[in-house]
């Protein structure tokens, strides 16, 4: 059993990597140049989680609102995902882990959507660590989505209005059937000192354990991620229970 099967349990670590462009300005470097040390961190707490043992890792890498940046720095994210997968496919399959990707990626650049389908493909037998890649996501529109799919079954009669429950509603996010039923958050990481959610995971994470740092994600290595995740341990989980 692994470490994080105990109490309080421990399944699905979801990180908001934040700070990468903080991180650059302080050197002088292109926002580019954070995003690629922060492409770096990322492969790193990869690794690590796969080792620990951690069933789902999901990372925030591009939301919804994303786009309203610069074409240098959106293109400069995309190519980071082709040299990510070029480098470390190999590695993450040997590994077992498995890729997923959480949003619609549809109108991400050509050569980001061949890679990330190509990581979907090489990987979607390996049965260990989960790592999701939330890409072009929101969770209003992952909402919005689910909602409007009910509706729709509603509509033509394949559902009644009292089947709308909880666990339906679930079943049609991203993290739902679509990518084989990842269970919610117990904790989400938010770095470089900011704590919000920024429309981050907002229906699965209603009992999620929230940890926050001031550590820029480029910086986040993995002996601060096992700090965190000893830190969750400490924390006394109660879904609205009592005690
Ligand atoms: C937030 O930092 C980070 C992002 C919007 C992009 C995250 C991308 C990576 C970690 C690297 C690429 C990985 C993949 C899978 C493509 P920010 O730019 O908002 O930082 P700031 O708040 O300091 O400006």
New binding site residues.
Partial sequence: MSEFEKNPPLTHVAI??????????KRLLP?VA???A??M??KEIVRRSAELGIKYLT?????TE?WK?SDE?VGG??R??VK?VDSELAEITKNNVRVRVMGDYSPVPAP?RESLEKALETTADNDGLVFT?A?NYGSRAEITRAVKSIAKDVKSGVIAPEDVTEQLISSRLYTGEENGNIPDPDLIIRT?G?ERLSNFMLWQSAYSELEFTDV???DFTPEVFEKMLEEYGHRERRFGGRK
């Fill in positions: 908001i990597m934040d700070g990468n462009g903080r991180w650059a300005k926002r954070g995003h690629n922060g492409m961190a990322m990372v925030y890498a591009f939301s994303n940046r720095e994210i995309f980071l995902l990510y980001a890649i890409l470089s900011e820029l994600w480029p």
